[in-house]
């Protein structure tokens, strides 16, 4: 780039350039409703720069078209995260939890994860520990008590986030997820549910951001 503006400017896109002096990580690209050629010029474009890449929401044929252009990027099938990342970073003193209410929602929760281990985070996970079996959830209180922050990944009713953020001292970012029956209405019921939680402590980020959910706990355990 002739000029530091702190983004650059393709025309159809304004890369921000200036996203890892603010935020510590480079833009993420998110992939949903972009051509395929414009996905193409854009993480082409930040790895030529030396940066790293995260590619959200990424499914396997565009993953495919993409790593003819960039060799070294990888996918995460289960995460729908395409990544190229450098060398191991240092890792952030505490550690972050990542629970799912069922195994449906796991890939969300793989989606936090991998953007939790991209950010240079330690991560744990403890998967399938729903209210529909509390005894699961209660069997591993020492694991949830250690943690530095928990991200909480439920589908169906939601409840999870409220019923772990009464049983420890860690702050919650809370996932909905679209898993559920016709009146979960595709994650709006869980998304409701975790927004009315009455344990103080719970930040509630969309439906499916599993990318948001661990970008937010992976700042504030980096604090």
Do not use: W
Not at 89 to 114: F, H, M, N, Q, Y
Not at 145 to 169: F, W
């Amino acid at each position: 780039m002739p000029e530091d503006k702190g983004y650059c400017d393709l025309g159809f896109a304004k890369i921000d350039t200036a996203r890892r002096k603010r935020k510590g990580f480079p833009e993420v690209i998110f992939c949903p409703g972009k051509e395929k050629q414009f996905l193409k010029k854009i993480a082409g474009n930040i790895v030529s720069s030396g940066e790293e890449l995260l590619l959200t929401k990424l499914d396997k044929n565009t993953f495919a078209f993409l790593k003819k252009n960039i060799p070294a990027l990888k996918y995460n099938s289960l995460a729908k995260i395409g990544y190229y990342l450098k060398k191991p970073k240092r890792l952030a003193p505490g550690t972050v939890l990542v629970v799912s209410a069922g195994t449906s929602d796991i890939p969300i929760a793989e989606e936090a994860v991998l953007t939790l281990q991209a950010m240079g985070n330690r991560v744990e996970k403890l998967y399938d520990v729903g209210v529909a079996g509390v005894h699961r959830l209660m069997h591993n209180i020492g694991q949830l008590k250690k943690a530095s922050v928990i991200v909480v990944v439920a589908g169906m009713e939601g409840a999870l986030s409220s019923l772990i953020s009464g049983l420890v001292k860690a702050p919650i970012v809370a996932v909905p997820t679209s898993c559920g029956y016709g009146s979960s209405f595709s994650g709006l019921a869980a998304l409701l549910t975790m927004l009315n939680g009455c344990s103080p402590g719970v930040g509630v980020v969309n439906i499916d951001n599993g990318f948001g959910a661990g970008y937010f706990a992976g700042l504030i355990n980096r604090r």
